[in-house]
């Protein structure tokens, strides 16, 4: 079962622009979201994190939204810069599990 | 310092037979995961340990897959009678502490064709 979804699989944007990657959830037990980014040949590195006690975490031009109530998070990137095209993984742990569910990741495209 | 690395980067192999894939965690990290990205596909949990507790495999696809972690450092990931469908990436990452407020430092990964 998918319990973390990210429903985009691609999304390009224009230098200087927002972007907005999206990811739902469904395990309720799920207290602590973060964000990974992974570029060809590497492993994923971590980004940014937020736990259910907040709603928003703000680093620089990366900022996560929490909504609880509908399950959902979004990272926005703003300005996104070219050098930010990368896959970019959701991912949620919580409850009794100690491990991670991950999203199928979005594969953001900046264009000069 | 040294990141998660992981030995071989690629591996060939024949349908039906065994395979072992490597992972270095950071020095002093307790706790160790492998994860497999299928194409297209998330990452998918196989296995978790954390010091000298008994590993969770809730997430190993089959009784072909077993991984051990000698002195709490160094983890094998092993598949016997490979598959087709086990071609993926496999990654291995490591933290500092398990639960809810950590993060994981991942290996470059070790991309796994069965021909």
């Known amino acids: 079962d998918q319990q973390v979804k990210q429903n985009s699989p691609s999304l390009s944007v224009q230098e200087g622009r927002i972007s907005i990657l999206n990811c739902d959830y469904t395990?309720?037990?799920?207290?602590?979201f973060l964000w990974y980014k992974k570029y060809p040949a590497e492993g994923p590195t971590f980004l940014i994190s937020?736990?259910?006690?907040?709603d928003k975490n703000e680093d620089g031009r990366f900022t996560v939204f929490l909504n609880k109530s509908a399950k959902h998070l979004s990272l926005h990137i703003v300005p996104s810069q070219p050098g930010d095209s990368a896959v970019y993984f959701c991912a949620a742990s919580g409850g009794n599990n100690n491990d991670m569910r991950f999203g199928a990741g979005t594969r953001l495209t900046v264009k000069p | 310092g040294a990141g998660v690395s992981q030995s071989p980067s690629n591996k060939v192999t024949e349908k039906g037979k065994d395979v072992e894939l490597r992972c270095d965690p950071i020095?002093?990290?307790?706790?160790l995961y492998w994860y497999r990205q299928s194409l297209g596909q998330g990452l998918e949990f196989l296995i978790y340990?954390?010091?000298?507790?008994?590993?969770?495999k809730s997430g190993l696809p089959s009784d072909r897959f077993s991984a051990e972690r000698t002195g709490g450092s160094v983890s094998t990931l092993t598949i016997q009678r490979t598959q087709q469908e086990d071609s993926a990436v496999y990654l291995c990452?490591?933290?500092?502490?398990?639960?809810?407020?950590?993060?994981?430092?991942f290996g470059p990964g070790t991309r796994l064709t069965v021909t």
């Open positions: 937020i736990s259910s006690i907040k």
């Open positions: 020095s002093g990290h307790t706790a």
């Open positions: 395990n309720s037990m799920f207290d602590y």
């Open positions: 340990f954390q010091g000298n507790s008994a590993p969770d």
């Open positions: 990452a490591s933290s500092q502490t398990p639960g809810t407020g950590y993060e994981q430092y």
